[in-house]
């Protein structure tokens, strides 16, 4: 059972919750030690205290760099399991060697299966999605993605890391430029129709945007809602590699 804080392990809990709940990732030691003003050896006896009273857990891999989990999600059927990593990312999303293996590391898990879980790591900078190369993101193949969601999506025979904007109101809407600007309210949504998925690329930005065409084009890829089971995979979290400075 988690034993008591002091004011300051309080304040540095707080501050992990806010982030992870605003970023959906953890912070790095770094960014951490720069909240707080003090040096990245002070904040990580902090989290060692965290850690030890059972608030937080902690690591550092070779392959996901230094991440933070809370102990507070995790509930009594969660277990940590191997994550085999499976394939790189350039700057324009496309996964590159997949689904070679390029290492691993153990993560944690609530109801994931061995067999479906796996993770690609960044080469590049991704800058329109905050991702940056080193970056590690795993993927669970057995979960359907949904509105928000990143996920593996292939363009003809390539395949791309893509954000859902959107579900469609039935199977009849080919607009996905339209979709994506006006998306279909959840409450007009019918769940007894299979919608599908308004998607963009996830490195589409004025920099890439004639790139990607034209490998949609050379791919003979239309540019249309595509259904759920296209995904090869849908995104559970990033770990940020950071390293522990002086």
Excluded at 191 to 201: D, I, K
């Amino acid at each position: 059972m988690p034993h008591a804080l002091s004011e300051r392990q309080k304040e540095y809990l707080n501050f992990i919750r806010e982030y992870i709940r605003a970023n959906e990732m953890s912070p790095g030691l770094d960014e951490i030690a720069r909240h707080f003003d003090v040096k990245s050896p002070t904040a990580h006896k902090i989290l060692e205290a965290l850690q030890a009273k059972g608030f937080i857990y902690f690591v550092r891999s070779s392959e996901a760099g230094f991440y933070i989990r809370l102990v507070e999600r995790a509930g009594m059927h969660e277990v940590v399991m191997p994550v085999p990593i499976f394939g790189k990312v350039d700057y324009l999303g496309e996964i590159q060697n997949f689904p070679e293996y390029f290492g691993g590391f153990d993560d944690f898990f609530f109801g994931g299966k061995p067999n479906t879980i796996f993770a690609v790591v960044l080469t590049k900078d991704i800058p329109i999605a905050n991702m940056k190369a080193g970056d590690t993101i795993v993927f669970d193949q057995s979960k359907k993605p949904q509105p928000g969601d990143i996920c593996i999506l292939p363009i003809g025979q390539r395949l791309f890391l893509a954000k859902i904007a959107s579900k469609t109101m039935d199977r009849e809407v080919h607009s996905v430029e339209t979709s994506i600007k006006y998306p279909i309210p959840v409450d007009l949504c019918n769940p007894n129709v299979e919608q599908l998925l308004n998607y963009y690329p996830l490195a589409f930005d004025e920099n890439t945007e004639e790139i990607l065409f034209a490998i949609a084009e050379d791919q003979d890829w239309p540019l249309v809602p595509l259904p759920t089971s296209f995904a090869v995979a849908t995104a559970l979290h990033l770990w940020r590699k950071f390293e522990v400075g002086g």
